[in-house]
């Protein structure tokens, strides 16, 4: 987490060393901070006076930049969850990780094939895999992620761009790996290849590409470009999704 640290109107409060009624301690980086008990970790971090300038993207469970690692009271165990959606609990302890480091990996995707020889091309750490499962432990959006890196192993591209359908690449399961794995870029890979040489043949995917060609939409774009914030996610709520 890369914070800037603000103004910090309840840390009188805390040093008193008592929590209130719907109050709980949370010790972000080490610091003790008395936080809603109902806020979730990416808002107890701002209530504690941090202003998140990494690590926070979405807010709401998508895009993956708010990983966070902690500790409760009396548990052996580091947990993982989004800082964005993960409730704060009495005596936890946490930081946030913006990013994981990794080599970004740059590849041509007309010169690979969906079979398991792109996999050991651009990642062949993934055959490192020992089955232990710490990935599917880890990941915050409960994906099965050692049964993808697993059908990767196999080349079965498809079931990888399956199962890793919901990542969010937040990269939890690669930091936690102990072959060292980076499983979330594995699942990209997957999915390009599968965009590429594998989706079926949609009619109606054809038809809005001529649609947008012939710049059907260009006068609807313009309204949403001018836009508050609050109408254009009332709009984003209220629209038609596919059941
Ligand atoms: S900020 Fe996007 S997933 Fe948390």
Redesign the pocket.
């Known amino acids: 987490m890369e914070t800037q640290t603000g103004n910090k109107p309840h840390e009188e409060e805390g040093k008193r060393q008592r929590v209130q009624a719907n109050m709980v301690n949370v010790y972000i980086m080490g610091k003790r901070h008395v936080v809603p008990e109902h806020a979730t970790i990416?808002r107890a971090i701002e209530y504690a006076g941090h202003q998140i300038i990494r690590g926070?993207?979405?807010?709401?469970?998508?895009?993956?930049?708010?990983g966070t690692i902690y500790r409760l009271p009396g548990d052996y165990k580091l947990h993982t969850g989004?800082?964005?959606?993960t409730l704060v609990k009495e005596g936890m302890s946490l930081t946030q990780i913006p990013s994981v480091p990794m080599e970004k990996r740059v590849y041509d995707l007309e010169k690979l094939r969906p079979n398991v020889a792109a996999i050991q091309q651009v990642y062949p750490v993934t055959f490192r895999c020992v089955a232990c499962g710490t990935c599917s432990k880890t990941c915050p959006q409960k994906l099965p992620v050692m049964d993808y890196i697993q059908a990767a192993m196999r080349g079965d591209i498809a079931t990888v761009a399956d199962i890793a359908f919901d990542c969010?690449a937040?990269g939890l399961c690669a930091l936690r790996c102990p072959a060292e794995i980076i499983q979330h870029e594995v699942g990209i890979l997957a999915k390009r290849l599968t965009g590429r040489y594998l989706r079926k043949e949609s009619k109606e995917l054809d038809d809005r590409i001529v649609e947008v060609r012939s710049r059907k939409f260009d006068a609807e774009y313009a309204e949403l470009m001018v836009m508050e914030g609050a109408a254009l996610s009332k709009l984003y709520y209220a629209r038609d999704m596919e059941p």
């Open positions: 990416m926070a993207g979405c807010r709401e469970g998508f895009c993956g930049a708010c989004l800082a964005c959606t969010v937040c």
